[in-house]
């Protein structure tokens, strides 16, 4: 008699089971959808951008068009005070918006998980100075606070990162504490205590992968206030004057008098392009924390 055996499959590993469940509930929702179109949209913009957009295309000197010049074939946005495609500036604006706010995200978030960990994890005194600390931030006005900082900087793009980072992590720091306070209270850390666990494993292998998907929202909806944030300081003056970015765009267009010109085509597009990009990362951001935070679901 022959015995058939039967070879059992791999068993799925939990995380990427959690990762597919997690795609699908994604791809299930047209406004996260079209929210990650946008991102991914401008991302590749900016990303090719040199590929097609000269050095040249973007100095005020080698400019060919007339000065604010209404939309045509030629130049279908315009140009603007010295005869620069908008268009080209527009596309170009892109990447140290982008840049900037990415960055400045990734500190934000960083400093804010450290604080928010430390905080949450050995409490006492630490945790009593750090919340301080945190309650002090919180209570400054916010954008004077990254004004004064921009200022006292100098103009610079990486003026603006560390004033946005500076200026942004207080909120983040809360949220990461409540979490790993909720975390810490679950018999698994009393029982990784019991087995001689030491705070770094406790903190790396039990806390922060169960305060990761906060810190995934946190990001994701950072960036996009990072992003507002750069481009009020560089309308304002504070960033790198000889970057082209879409604050700067709208800075140059009211001080050139676009707006007493009438010469809308040199306003509403950089505005605009704000709008979406912050509209993507609020889509993409609202939807991963519906999906990783159940008890956030606006129910009918």
């Not at 495609?85 to 990447?95: A, D, K, N, P, V």
């Not at 922060?208 to 995934?216: D, E, G, I, T």
């Not at 709008?275 to 679901?297: H, K, Y």
Request: net charge positive; charged share 10%.
């Amino acid at each position: 008699m022959t015995t058939l055996t039967q070879t059992a499959a791999p068993a799925t590993p939990p995380r990427l089971q959690a990762l597919r469940r997690f795609a699908r509930a994604f791809a299930a929702r047209p406004a996260a959808v079209a929210g990650l179109a946008i991102l991914v949209a401008i991302a590749a913009l900016a990303l090719a951008a040199p590929l097609f957009i000269h050095p040249s295309d973007l100095n005020v000197i080698s400019a060919t068009g007339r000065p604010m010049a209404p939309p045509s074939a030629h130049y279908p946005l315009g140009t603007d005070y010295a005869g620069r495609s908008i268009l080209t500036l527009l596309i170009w604006g892109t990447r140290p918006s982008l840049a900037i706010g990415v960055i400045a995200t990734a500190l934000t978030v960083g400093l804010g998980t450290v604080i928010g960990l430390s905080a949450g994890h050995f409490g006492g005194v630490l945790s009593r100075v750090l919340m301080a600390v945190t309650d002090w931030f919180i209570a400054l006005p916010t954008l004077v606070l990254a004004i004064c900082l921009a200022a006292v900087l100098g103009q610079s793009d990486a003026s603006i990162t560390i004033a946005i980072a500076v200026t942004s992590w207080p909120g983040t720091a809360r949220l990461i504490r409540a979490q790993t306070l909720a975390v810490e209270a679950r018999p698994f850390i009393e029982r990784a205590k019991a087995l001689g666990a030491g705070h770094l494993q406790l903190v790396f292998r039990q806390v922060l992968p169960n305060v990761a998907p906060l810190v995934l929202v946190s990001s994701t909806l950072t960036v996009a206030g990072a992003i507002l944030t750069e481009t009020t300081l560089a309308f304002l003056g504070l960033g790198n004057p000889t970057e082209v970015s879409w604050g700067a765009m709208i800075s140059q267009a009211l001080n050139s008098g676009a707006v007493i010109a009438g010469a809308w085509w040199y306003v509403v597009p950089p505005g605009i392009a704000i709008l979406i990009v912050v509209l993507g990362f609020v889509l993409v951001g609202r939807a991963t924390e519906d999906i990783l935070n159940p008890r956030m679901r606006v129910r009918p």
